[in-house]
Each structure stands twice: as structure tokens, then as C-alpha cells.
């Protein structure tokens, strides 16, 4: 009875480590994927981080111009920088593309679109000429790390460093039509007062490129608003299109994981295998989000209140490693299927099942013989014993050889106890005297 107690409380105990072990296991590779998160979701974020110092310094650099004024010829110097295009609006000179020195400075790779020109106030006229000087000198600072940098407002005045553009800024410096107007889109919304009081730098969802008709190239943009003298001006913005930081953040997965960036309210930003060259069909992107269940996910991930964690995605399937990128107020995502990180689980607490197998299999083999000593043989003795009493009164006097094969389950000791008893049953020989 103690014996079989044993093997029962072992294999309660090796169930029990079992279950531990699977659970620690689990939990230990999601401590690590928080971990891994938070340092990834670190890196991210630097790039935004170091973003909002760049905006914030050509912030500073616009004030100290605005408060040192132009100078005379400040007006002759606009009509040659921007010259009259003929409908209503201003272009910036074919040189401050291609390269032109303006004074000790030297200017390319800029392209301007000034609309409303008629109703340019001289201070504005010294706004945008100071904004030239400091777009250019900060986009080529900042060219390694950001491939354009521009200065706009609501009603599309904008000046834009962008060297590298496949387009040369054909658009704004040619093209563009007079009315153009982005009132309406995110990127102007998001420098409002109305919107954004605290003046910070905001970020929009994927969004299609003004300079693309088709609409199919789209990027982010990342803005901060400028005021002078608690005057709204304008803002200082970057964009990046989905085949330079925002394709390689996601690229670089973990082996099974999925990477993501996706909004606040759960619109993609960025995912891998999504675009090609900057381009991606919108409605491949609907479908994403829908295939993925962005939007319950990320409101799943809200309601927890924790800026770094994991969790398991609404349907189970899959375990999800978030960060939030304070700067742009995304989140980082990385997902892998959930029967990934229960497999992994088994096998490491699978070696607690073999010893406890192994465990139980020796208390069988123990309790087999421990039984066959203590009771199987003493019991086949006696059953021997008795066998020889009943012949010997019989008066069955056969070959002592018989008296083995009448209890051929008897061995070893087992014989040696049914000799001793059944010679003890036999009568004397001795005659009386």
C-alpha cells in the first residue's frame, strides 16, 4: 500500500513540476520578449527623439533671424529667390535646386511652392526667406539621417530640402497646380492650435503623397508647430516614406516574429513585405488591417496601461510584444504564433515528464520484486508444503526428482523452504526400539 502511495505522490509531483516548469517557461520568454521590446522600441524611438531636437533647434534658428530682420534689399532678394510663376503663385529659382551661392551660403537641392502670392505681407516675405536659410542649412546637417526637411503652413506655402527625391521637387518648383491645398489633410490638421495647444511634434498614419496622383505611394510625416511671439507661423516637418527607416525598422525581426508599427488607433504604419520602392496598393493595406484586427488589438493593448508588455491577441493566436514610441505616439509590434511559444514551453518541460517517468518506472520494477520476495514466494512454499504433506499421507513414495517438478513456480529459496517443510512432514524410518 506505501509502495503504490509512492508511485501515485510521484506522478501527482511529476504533473505538478510539469505544469511549472511549462508555465515558468512561458513566462521567462515573455519577460525576455518584454525585455527585447523595450530596448527595440528604445532604438525606434531615437530616431523621433533626435527628430524633435532637430525641429526644436531650426525652431531656434528661425526666431534669432526673425528677430535680427532681413536688411535692406530683403525685398529684391525674395522676387529673385522666388520668382513670379505666372499663376498666382511663387516657385523657388531654378538654382536653389541645382545649386546657386546666396552670399557666403551655398544653397541646392530646394524646391518652394508659395501660394497666394499677391497676398504676401512683407513679414511673411521675411518669414519665408529666413525659413530658406535655415531649411537648407538643417536639411544638408541632417541629411544622413533624414532625406528631406521642409517649412510649410496650413494654406501651402512650403519650402522643402530634398536633394535626393527621384522627382528632383518637380512638383512644387514646376507642376503643382495654383489651387493646390492641403486644409484638409492630417498633416495640416495636426499643427492647428486648436489641435495640438501643447506645440509638440505629432506624427500622421500612412498618408498618400501630395506629390503622386495615383495615391498609391504614401508615407508619414512628422510635424512641430512654430510659433513666433505666441504667433502660430507655421510648422517644421519630415516625412518618411515606407522604403527607408519605416521598412527597415520592421525588417529586422526576430526568426518567427512578424514586425509592425501601427497608430493609436490601430491604422498601420508600417509592416514587412508591404511596399516595394515606397509603393503600396491602399487597399492591400485595408486588408491588412483587416486580416490582422489592428483596430481590436491595439485597443486591447490600451486597456492594458502598461507602455511595454505582452499579450495574447484577441482570438489567441498569436502572442504580441508591444512598445509604445512615445515621440510619434505609435506602437511597435512584434507578433508570433502562439503554438511557437507553447511548443517551446513543452519541450523544455518535457524533461521533467521523462525522469518522472523514469522515477515511476523503477518504483514499479521495485514494487514487482519486492512483491515476488514477500509474498509470491512465501506463498508458493507454503502451497509446495502442503502439496508434499497431502502425497506423503497418501503414501506416495515416488522419486525424490518429482518433488521439484510438483512446484515448478518455486525457485531459489522457494525450493529450499518446500524441501525443509516437506521433509519435516515425513514419518521416521528408524525402527522403534
Known sequence: MVAILSIAVTGVATAAAFVFVRESAVDTQKRHLTEYVSERVKTEDRLFSDLVKVHAAAGGALTRRLDQGEGPGAGTRFERLFPDHGDGTRRSAPGLFDGARLGDQFVYGVGAFLSRADSLTTFERSLYLSALDV????????????????????DMRLLMFGPQRPDRLTFYRQTAPADLSIVNEEIAQLILPEHNPEGVMKCTKLRRMITDPTGNSLNAACVTPFYYKDRFLGAF??????????????????????????????????????????????????????????????????????????????????????????????????????????????????????????????????????????VAAPLGA????????????????????????????????????????????????????
Open 237 to 374: 516637418g519630415t516625412s518618411l516614406s515606407l522604403d527607408s527607416y519605416l521598412l527597415r525598422a520592421v525588417a529586422d525581426a526576430l526568426p518567427g516574429a512578424r514586425n509592425m508599427i501601427v497608430t493609436d488607433s490601430g491604422e498601420l504604419v508600417a509592416a514587412q513585405g508591404l511596399a516595394r520602392n515606397g509603393v503600396v496598393d491602399a487597399e492591400a493595406l485595408r486588408r491588412f488591417e483587416a486580416g490582422n484586427n489592428l483596430n481590436p488589438l491595439v485597443a486591447h493593448i490600451r486597456a492594458q496601461h502598461h507602455s511595454v508588455g505582452t499579450l495574447l491577441s484577441p482570438n489567441g493566436d498569436r502572442l504580441i510584444a508591444y512598445g509604445r514610441m512615445a515621440e510619434p505616439g505609435w506602437w511597435f509590434l512584434m507578433s508570433f504564433p502562439s503554438e511557437e511559444i507553447v511548443w517551446s514551453s513543452l519541450k523544455t518541460a518535457s524533461w521533467v515528464l521523462l525522469f518522472g517517468f523514469i522515477g515511476v518506472a523503477i518504483q514499479v520494477l521495485l514494487l514487482y520484486r519486492l512483491t515476488n520476495q514477500m
Open 382 to 433: 507454503l502451497a509446495c508444503s502442503a502439496s508434499q504433506r497431502r502425497r506423503w499421507n497418501r503414501g506416495d513414495r515416488g522419486p525424490r526428482r518429482r518433488d521439484r517438478r510438483s512446484c515448478p513456480h518455486a525457485a531459489g529459496r522457494a525450493r529450499s523452504q518446500c524441501r525443509a517443510a516437506s521433509l519435516a512432514g515425513r514419518p521416521s524410518r528408524r525402527p522403534h526400539r
Open 135 to 154: 531649411v537648407s542649412g538643417t536639411g544638408e546637417a541632417e541629411i544622413g539621417h533624414y532625406d528631406n526637411f521642409y517649412f510649410f503652413s496650413p
